[in-house]
T-cell receptor, first 114, second 114 residues
Framework: SQTIHQWPATLVQPVGSPLSLECTVE??????LYWYRQAAGRGLQLLFYSVGIGQISSEVPQNLSASRPQDRQFILSSKKLLLSDSGFYLC?????????????FGEGSWLTVV | AQSVTQPDIHITVSEGASLELRCNYS??????LFWYVQSPGQGLQLLLKYFSGDTLVQGIKGFEAEFKRSQSSFNLRKPSVHWSDAAEYFC????????????FGTGTRLKVLA
């Protein structure tokens, strides 16, 4: 069965420091991968999605970037964090045309920028 | 533009009472529809999904949802709520735009009174 791992689970970083959140999916090939950010009362905001290695699409302009160095690995990064980057970040995956294109989520990463 | 509306930010019900969480969507074609549940500090767990066919779909934990095309709705129901159902619930629409993307509502937080 497929599983998704996301880490670290919790992170406290000072303003201006770099960020790296990592996500890996097991048990499937060539998934679509997603990074969402969740802010209180605002639901889930899609930040990036990827349909293949090295293919990244950004949904909103921001201080973050994403990379997909391997088929089942998705990384969310920042060179210099802002206070506004604080939030709950969720990695997710789906397999096109399989299981009705259902999207599945990791356990999330809490980022607090201080 | 496609959108998902969950008009109730908070809902409080007594344990054993019935539950209905509302979801309305805006999408030109028949979308893929989902309901997810999120416990505090956790990722999102899929409750159920609708792609086609029978408009009443059954999910896990005793939940069901009904797709009503004429009302553009996909309301989530449960006949008898348990205290463990207290969580946040998200409705989502999956749509194809070059690849599959998922739009989420802002969520409904459910409180269950003993």
């Amino acid at each position: 069965s497929q599983t998704i791992h996301q880490w670290p689970a919790t992170l406290v970083q000072p303003v201006g420091s770099p960020l790296s959140l990592e996500c890996t999916v097991e048990g499937t090939s060539n998934p679509n991968l997603y990074w969402y950010r969740q802010a209180a009362g605002r639901g889930l905001q899609l930040l990036f999605y990827s349909v293949g290695i090295g293919q990244i699409s950004s949904e909103v302009p921001q201080n973050l970037s994403a990379s997909r160095p391997q088929d089942r690995q998705f990384i969310l990064s920042s060179k210099k964090l802002l206070l506004s980057d604080s939030g709950f970040y969720l990695c997710a995956w789906s397999v096109p045309h399989s299981s009705g294109n259902t999207i599945y989520f990791g356990e999330g990463s809490w980022l607090t920028v201080v | 533009a496609q959108s998902v509306t969950q008009p109730d930010i908070h809902i409080t019900v007594s344990e054993g009472a019935s539950l209905e969480l509302r979801c309305n969507y805006s999408y030109g074609a028949t979308p893929y529809l989902f309901w997810y549940v999120q416990s505090p500090g956790q990722g999102l767990q899929l409750l159920l999904k609708y792609f086609s066919g029978d408009t009443l779909v059954q999910g896990i934990k005793g939940f069901e949802a009904e797709f009503k095309r004429s009302q553009s709705s996909f309301n989530l129901r449960k006949p008898s709520v348990h205290w463990s159902d207290a969580a946040e619930y998200f409705c989502a629409v999956g749509r194809y735009s070059g690849t599959y993307k998922y739009i989420f509502g802002t969520g409904t937080r459910l409180k269950v009174l003993a």
